[in-house]
């Protein structure tokens, strides 16, 4: 269980506050107009936020002090996830030890990992030499071997095509199914949404809503939702 | 966001700090305490500060104004020996001073090759002391060293950003005012503040182009206090003016040089295609073409003389070679050292701990230890670790502003990936900021290396004729009236310069 107590994060003077907990094994999608704050979660989540208030804690234990490489958390920012100046496999291996030794189990684990994501054999390519798709790919084989029961995404792939972007999607999901990872996304597009999560996190005016279920959300949308979905409302 | 230092950071910035303090306070107070009583500075003394203050602003401006268009054709266009130009941009910079000077002189002198030219041309002739000589001096040394900084500001802009501009068509002033403008407004700043204190600090030009009382920079009267009159009141007096205008000038620096988080280009070959034609392609061409004379004519000046020099060098050579050898290489590693120590807190106040050597002169901090090492120690026997030492406080300042902002740059651009996969200290150090930051360290380590070698304040102080340095033998074969061997002497100690900082800029990265 993931739970945010009181929580109160503040950038300048921007302040959001989160009350609420998500049993563990949950996808819940962050939605919410931009700048409301869905990334700034996500970001006092993963611990490069430093809380006002309040506290996080998983599975029971206080994480408000442990730094970001310490928590149970694997998260893919907006861009950045790989190192430009390493190799693929490097990239990846970095997600099993921080101290770069790799015993030829580890080794073995990066090549099981890349040939998952559908990259055998990329291993010796630097970051620059792969497509945006390749690149997510690569990401989500760290996030494989990071091994860690939360993942967080804040729009990993909004630079992708829709395809792309679903496909991207869907291996997230099976990468899910096969760790049984907690998983928070922060997307714009509810079918984005749809695709992958259970319950919705509404993030709107300075506050991140309890999750609910995102059919009876959709169906029948509070007012902060149903203004951000606009015509898109209806779903079927 | 950016990532805050961690304790071990904090730790190493302190003990890094406290070394550099010590090493700066400890010779400045000795020198106070003996200089006793201190006095007013009369009208001989505000000239020296007129002199110095004039002299390295018309430094600094003319430098990064002849930089800005070499820097601009370096960075838009390919072409055969592009490299080569890079490299050579390093060169004045590196020379040692007083090898220098007899380069220009033989070129710009009263018997150089332009006064030739001028004679057989039939008109008048060019002198070369006073102030122009002096600013002429400095524009050699420091406009190919702010060709460079200029040159890393353009290579900072993302390759994406011109790949954009191509796209949209933009036109060469519509590109400069978008992308290049930007990149000036914060490196030029520096670049000036940089060069402006490297002037204020130059002793060796105003030694041999100045002097006399319209043309004395104040650490050359610093000089003459001690060498001529051994007035350490005059001296001390002297060096707190001298200490006060640089500290202000370093002040000024930090303040200009900012650091912004935009930018993470993922290391694309830079090509640009905005690159206009036409009557601009051929002025960039003759800037560079400029440019390319006024930095080698002094240089094969040089070789010319000491080629025919080297069969009069004396044995000493080699020991003279070995020491010099020594302290280069010992300098490089323990500035690198104490820079990556004064980057890792990633704070305002370790960078300026490690700006203020650019307040003391060598000659100064040299007089201080030897007042310390007197009582104690035949001075003569610590001369090579004191000039590692000194010359390592003298090269810190420009290593660690190479250093400081790539490691603030690593950080920015992917400290926060680094940190969600819990790399901290050794492995931070190992997987992102030592890779990050490999052109920075080669060339800072290079400048620090060269700087070293070519050295002759604090040896000339402290030398014997047992423990002498490369630019030492020369300075004496030049006194000894052994000019031929003293150029066969400069040579050497030119091509070993090179020849350091051109292996450390090579292990830094490919692209200069």
């Known amino acids: 269980m993931l739970e945010l107590v009181n929580l109160t994060l503040e950038q300048g003077d921007f302040r959001l506050e989160a009350d609420f907990s998500l049993p563990e094994g949950t996808s819940a999608a962050l939605i919410g107009p931009s700048g409301a704050g869905k990334s700034t979660l996500l970001a006092g989540i993963a611990g490069f936020l430093p809380p006002r208030r309040g506290r996080v804690q998983w599975r029971g234990e206080d994480l408000t002090r442990l730094a970001p490489g310490k928590r149970p958390v694997a998260m893919l920012f907006q861009d950045g996830n790989l190192f430009p100046h390493l190799d693929v496999s490097r990239n990846v291996a970095l997600g099993i030890s921080p101290r770069g030794r790799l015993s030829a189990q580890d080794q073995a684990r990066v090549a099981q990992a890349l040939e998952r994501v559908g990259l055998a054999g990329y291993g010796a390519r630097t970051p620059a030499e792969l497509s945006g798709g390749q690149q997510s790919r690569a990401a989500l084989a760290r996030i494989l071997v990071q091994d860690r029961p939360l993942m967080l995404l804040d729009e990993p792939f909004a630079a992708l095509g829709p395809a792309l972007r679903a496909e991207m999607l869907r291996l997230v999901a099976e990468l899910r199914a096969e760790t049984g990872a907690t998983l928070l996304m922060v997307t714009h597009d509810p079918r984005d949404a749809e695709r992958i999560a259970e319950q919705i996190v509404l993030v709107a005016e300075g506050r991140a809503a309890p999750p609910a279920p995102m059919r009876a959300l959709l169906d029948d949308p509070p007012p902060a939702l149903r203004a951000y979905l606009g015509g898109e409302g209806d779903f079927d | 966001m950016a990532e805050r230092a961690g304790p071990i950071g904090r730790a190493a910035g302190c003990a890094g700090g406290l070394a550099v303090l010590a090493l700066l306070v400890l010779p400045l107070a000795v020198i106070f305490l003996q200089a006793g009583e201190g006095r007013l500075p009369g009208p001989a003394e505000y000239a020296a500060l007129r002199f110095t203050l004039w002299q390295a602003v018309l430094s600094a401006l003319l430098s990064v104004l002849a930089a800005l268009p070499v820097a601009r054709a370096l960075a838009r266009r390919r072409f055969p020996g592009r490299r080569l130009f890079v490299t050579l941009t390093g060169a004045p910079f590196l020379l040692p001073v007083a090898v220098a000077v007899l380069g220009l002189l033989a070129v710009f002198g009263a018997r150089g090759w332009v006064n030739d030219l001028l004679g057989a041309l039939g008109l008048g002739s060019i002198r070369i002391y006073g102030l122009h000589g002096v600013v002429l001096a400095h524009v050699f040394f420091n406009m190919p060293l702010a060709t460079r900084m200029l040159l890393q500001g353009w290579r900072a802009i993302p390759a994406e950003r011109f790949r954009l501009a191509a796209t949209l068509d933009l036109p060469p002033v519509q590109v400069f005012r978008l992308l290049e403008l930007p990149m000036l407004r914060q490196v030029v700043p520096g670049a000036l503040a940089a060069i402006f204190a490297i002037c204020l600090s130059s002793f060796s030009v105003a030694l041999i182009l100045g002097g006399g009382p319209r043309a004395t920079t104040l650490e050359l009267a610093i000089y003459q206090a001690f060498l001529f009159d051994f007035d350490l009141g005059r001296a001390a007096l002297l060096a707190l003016m001298q200490s006060g205008i640089v500290v202000l000038a370093a002040l000024v620096s930090l303040r200009l040089a900012r650091m912004d988080g935009s930018g993470t280009g ?115 026997r610590l001369a090579l670790p004191v000039t590692l030492v000194v010359n390592t406080l003298m090269a810190l300042p420009f290593c660690l502003r190479l250093i400081a902002p790539a490691w603030a740059r690593a950080e920015a651009d992917h400290g926060r990936l680094a940190s969600s996969l819990g790399l901290t200290g050794f492995a931070r150090l190992r997987w992102l900021l030592l890779p990050r930051m490999r052109g920075a360290i080669g060339f800072g380590a290079g400048i620090a290396a060269a700087l070293s070698m070519g050295d002759l304040g604090v040896i000339a102080l402290f030398g014997s004729p047992e423990r002498e340095t490369l630019p030492l033998l020369m300075y004496r074969l030049l006194g000894a009236y052994r000019t031929d061997a003293a150029s066969g002497a400069a040579l050497v100690l030119l091509v070993l310069s090179f020849t350091v900082f051109w292996i450390f800029d090579r292990l830094g990265g490919r692209d200069a």
């Open chain 2, 266 to 380: 993922l290391g694309r070959e830079m090509l640009r295609w905005d690159a206009p034609g036409g009557w601009r392609r051929g002025l960039d061409a003759a800037w560079l073409l400029l440019a390319g004379l006024f930095l080698t004519l002094p240089l094969l000046a040089l070789v010319l003389d000491g080629i025919g020099g080297l069969a009069d060098l004396p044995a000493r050579i080699w020991p003279a070679i070995g020491n010099s050898l020594g302290v280069s290489l010992g300098c490089a590693l323990s500035t690198v050292a104490l820079s990556l120590a004064l980057s890792a807190p990633m704070a305002r106040w370790s960078e300026g701990l490690g700006l203020l050597p650019l307040a003391l002169s060598p000659l100064v901090l040299g007089t201080g230890y030897f007042l310390i090492l007197n009582p104690v120690i035949a001075p003569g």
